[in-house]
């Protein structure tokens, strides 16, 4: 029987391992290990779920296969919380040598730039902030990014945006690292949720009755043709 599910979680390994190939820290290699571990084990449900061992009852296979589920969802469970440990350290790691070789930390002039920073007509800020992006001040840029909204003027959306900019220009390497990161991560967590999915689909009662039928037919299907081969 095919399995979407499994296809699905072999895919976005794919997708993780490529994103993470160029870096060899431990938080990529943990990440790596962690997608490799659910590939595996998912694969191993499915496994057993398609091979049942012919001395036992469709009933004893489902009931074991239903167990193994189980085990399965607890184990991916304590997987998960170390996964997002790991991915909130190694984020906020690349996050902090951004910001040490940027420089973004507010000096004594920071409320003077701010006033000057609010005192521009509107739009002429962009420009200003522009200006000390490309000449890579991380002092004025901390004073005016890191301020609240209300000071600067400065939603969320754009501030986001013109912080990325930013690290583009001191660090495009370390932002590439950020990026490739969040959307490994992202594919980790769309597998976690695969395979939860998957694991409530082995305990759920009307697909183990399911999956019992489809397995009696099978053996049923096997011993036809170990019949005819006789």
Do not use: C
């Not at 895919?11 to 962690?34: C, F, G, I, P, V």
């Amino acid at each position: 029987m095919s399995s979407p599910a499994l296809s699905a979680v072999k895919t976005l390994n794919e997708r993780l391992s490529k994103q993470l190939s160029k870096y060899d820290s431990s938080h990529a290699n943990s990440m790596k290990a962690s997608h490799n571990r659910l590939t595996n084990a998912l694969e191993g449900l499915v496994s057993m779920r398609d091979n049942p061992n012919s001395t036992e009852t469709a009933s004893a296979h489902v009931l074991k296969l239903s167990k193994a589920a189980k085990r399965m969802g607890d184990e991916v469970a304590k997987m998960k919380e170390r996964a997002f440990q790991n991915y909130m350290e190694y984020d906020l790691s690349i996050s902090n040598q951004i910001a040490d070789r940027a420089g973004i930390q507010e000096n004594k002039y920071a409320s003077e730039v701010r006033a000057a920073f609010k005192a521009l007509p509107q739009a002429e800020r962009l420009d200003f902030i522009t200006e000390v992006i490309n000449k890579e001040d991380g002092a004025s840029f901390a004073a005016i990014m890191g301020a609240p909204q209300i000071l600067t003027g400065i939603d969320p959306a754009m501030n986001a945006a013109l912080t990325e900019s930013f690290y583009n220009k001191v660090a495009p390497e370390l932002l590439q690292e950020h990026n490739d990161v969040k959307e490994a991560m992202d594919a980790l967590s769309a597998s976690f949720k695969t395979i939860e999915r998957e694991v409530q689909t082995y305990m759920n009662p009307e697909n183990i009755q399911r999956i019992e039928q489809e397995v009696q037919r099978s053996m049923e299907a096997q011993d036809k043709f170990s019949s005819a081969l006789a």
